[in-house]
């Protein structure tokens, strides 16, 4: 009679990972970080040559400040913003839908499901605070609003995923309350999180792991 030669520690690994998969969506792609810091940085340049900025703070001078109330100012950084959030969430979900075959997961369980729902929560609530803002000519405070706005959606669809992804939130959110006191730097924090962030996180994860 042939003996299971499989350790007890072996099948209690393999029992974690079976019920880490059945609550827990980890197939999120590391890559898919670094191109949305990367997509993010292009997109801040873009803003910084239209503004016609120097230096690193968010304006400069009296004059950009004033531009920001015209439609044609407003109607750019919203496509930018818009250009660089498509490109984000397209490569993510691409980079994602791969990684998740090679797993043997479904990208649209019903842990994927959870996780988007709340993730999408506090999103949808920071950018219709940051829209009022807007509204009210609050503009030095957008920036820090998006951050922590992003950072607790991050800490909010943590506890669906990779728990790396709580370590990131916290700093989003960190990021965000810093730039609430240092006003006129709104772009270079934007950079920070968005950017750099993304691209440590995504090469952390990448490394951790994908490779």
């Not at 990684?99 to 994927?112: C, E, L």
């Not at 920071?126 to 992003?150: E, Q, R, S």
Request: glycine residues 12%; positive net charge; contains cysteine.
């Amino acid at each position: 009679m042939k003996q299971d030669k499989t350790s007890p520690l072996e099948t209690l690994t393999e029992i974690r990972q079976l019920m880490e998969r059945s609550s827990r969506f980890i197939s999120l792609s590391g890559l898919s970080g670094v191109f949305a810091g990367l997509y993010a940085l292009a997109g801040a340049y873009a803003a910084y040559r239209y503004l016609g900025l120097e230096g690193l703070g968010y304006y400069s001078g009296q004059r950009v400040v004033s531009s920001f109330r015209g439609a044609d100012t407003l109607g750019f950084l919203m496509a930018d913003a818009a250009i660089v959030l498509v490109l984000a969430i397209g490569t993510g979900i691409f980079l994602t839908t791969r990684k998740a075959k090679q797993d043997g997961n479904s990208i649209f369980d019903a842990t994927a499901k959870k996780l988007i729902i709340n993730l999408a929560i506090p999103l949808i609530a920071g950018g219709i605070f940051c829209i009022a803002l807007n509204f009210h000519g609050a503009f030095i405070f957008v920036a820090p609003a998006m951050l922590i706005f992003y950072g607790l959606a991050l800490v909010h669809a943590s506890k669906y995923t990779r728990n790396d992804i709580r370590t990131l939130g916290f700093a989003e959110v960190l990021l965000g309350l810093i730039a609430s006191f240092v006003v006129g730097y709104g772009l270079l924090f934007w950079v920070l999180g968005f950017g750099v962030l993304h691209i440590v996180y995504g090469t952390y994860m990448y490394f951790k792991y994908e490779k």
